[in-house]
């Protein structure tokens, strides 16, 4: 996947994106990115470079490397805080990419972790939006962290 646009932006310091090659690293770093997430679990696809794969290519790089593996059993309050506490550590000209198979487990877990820090939900869900993302199955958790943060 060496297709620049496979690198959805969701915001300016944010984009998701479908599994990555160590190839892609590359291509994160000449895009300005600072953080490679990992949201895949390994083991998920055989095929797929694992999680030690891509935390090599991003230390060769020269870029910060975080794994929060999400399942398709959904997400857990740990995961939502990791991905916050990454973001926060972004700094000012910080840019993370987050990938998992598709793309939108790393989506749906920034919007929760959004909307726990503080963001707001009709915010987040457009931004989502925008690069072809639907958060609707976390909407009602957003609303709700959303609210808990204020």
């Known amino acids: 996947?060496?297709?620049?646009?496979?690198?959805?932006?969701?915001?300016?310091?944010?984009s998701a994106s479908p599994q990555i090659s160590v190839a892609d690293v590359e291509t994160a770093k000449a895009e300005g990115?600072?953080?490679i997430i990992n949201n895949r679990p390994d083991g998920e696809e055989d095929s797929a470079p694992q999680g030690a794969d891509i935390m090599a290519a991003a230390a060769a790089a020269g870029l910060d490397y975080v794994s929060i593996p999400v399942t398709h059993a959904g997400f857990s309050?740990?995961?939502v805080e990791a991905m916050a506490a990454a973001l926060k550590g972004l700094g000012e000209d910080g840019r993370a990419l987050a990938y998992?198979?598709?793309?939108?487990?790393s989506t749906l877990l920034w919007s929760l972790a959004r909307a726990s820090m503080g963001g707001n939900p009709s915010s987040i869900a457009?931004?989502?939006?925008?690069?072809?993302y639907d958060i609707s199955p976390v909407r009602p958790m957003v609303d709700a962290l959303a609210a808990s943060a204020e």
């Open 33 to 35: 990115f600072t953080l």
């Open 100 to 105: 998992c198979r598709s793309g939108t487990r």
């Open 77 to 79: 309050g740990p995961q």
């Open 1 to 14: 996947m060496t297709d620049q646009s496979a690198f959805r932006n969701i915001t300016a310091t944010f």
């Open 126 to 132: 457009n931004n989502a939006a925008k690069a072809g």
